[in-house]
């Protein structure tokens, strides 16, 4: 009886699918030292994306991954920008800075495939980019502020 409740609430009440996709980027476990001990939370990274030219990315801390997870979600989803795609690609090359990240795109030929690695691959994949080619120049490895750096990149894009 139990199961047939939750049919008629799942029948009732549909799970919106979300245009959107996901990927987490970073989990960091952070602490805090207080009288007593240490505190310790997590720091998630996400990127969203709709394969549509829109894409963003969000952090946020919570108590557990999956909390911290779904706050950086919204986050994104909070900051997307909206990518000019010209056949498959950019429309121009661009360079993006964020911190001491520094970030190259440039356009490639229909067919190219992502050349570029590490969060600016994730990044140009949920934005809908299919050819593209880039380099972090900058000095740091560390991949959220390389995911900015690509997230300035692509602000600069103008359509031709």
Known sequence: MVIRRKENFKKRFP???????????????VTRVVAGG??????????LGDHKGRVGVGVDKGADTSES???????AKKRLIKVPIKDGTIPHEVMGKFASA???????????????GGPVRIIVSL???????????????NKLNNARAAIEALKKLKSK
């Open 15 to 29: 799970r919106e699918k979300s245009e959107f996709e996901q990927k987490v980027l970073d989990i960091r476990r």
């Open 38 to 47: 240490k505190r310790f939370r997590f720091r998630a990274t996400v990127i």
């Open 69 to 75: 997870i779904e706050k950086a979600a919204r986050s």
């Open 102 to 116: 520094l970030v190259l795109l440039k356009p490639a030929k229909a067919g190219h495939g992502i050349v570029a």
């Open 127 to 141: 934005a809908g980019i299919s050819s593209i080619s880039s380099k972090i120049l900058g000095t740091t490895t």
